[in-house]
């Protein structure tokens, strides 16, 4: 299984494995890591699973879709160029290691 590591925006790292398939949002909610609040539940409707990419990992993630850059510009946190909402990517054996940072701002 993928390992994620999910860094809080106090600094708490959290390094978790996920089932293939299985949506960076779900793995911290299912893991209790703060910060990730996800109202709408992974359906890309609130961005409230917005996290920041280690930047060694950006070409490997999957090209963004409309609906998700459309969100991405409602965030409270500053959008950066490594932005993603954790419901719209999945763990797989090319994003172990991965490092998302969670924003303050939701």
């Known amino acids: ?3 994620v590591i999910y860094i809080e925006a106090e600094g708490k790292t959290h390094e978790i494995e996920l089932p ?12 209790d890591v703060k910060g990730i609040i996800a109202e709408c539940g992974g ?9 920041y ?9 999957p090209e963004m ?5 459309e969100m991405l510009e409602g965030t409270i946190a500053q959008r950066t160029a490594n932005s993603r909402l954790g419901c719209q990517v999945r763990a797989s054996k ?3 290691g991965i490092i998302l940072r969670i924003p303050k701002e939701k």
């Open 20 to 31: 293939l398939g299985a949506t960076f949002m779900e793995g911290a909610v299912q893991n």
């Open 65 to 69: 879709e409309e609906e998700e850059d």
């Open 43 to 51: 359906s890309c409707m609130c961005a409230t699973c917005h996290v």
């Open 94 to 96: 090319a994003l172990d």
């Open 1 to 3: 299984m993928p390992k």
């Open 53 to 61: 990419v280690d930047d060694a990992y950006l070409n490997l993630l």
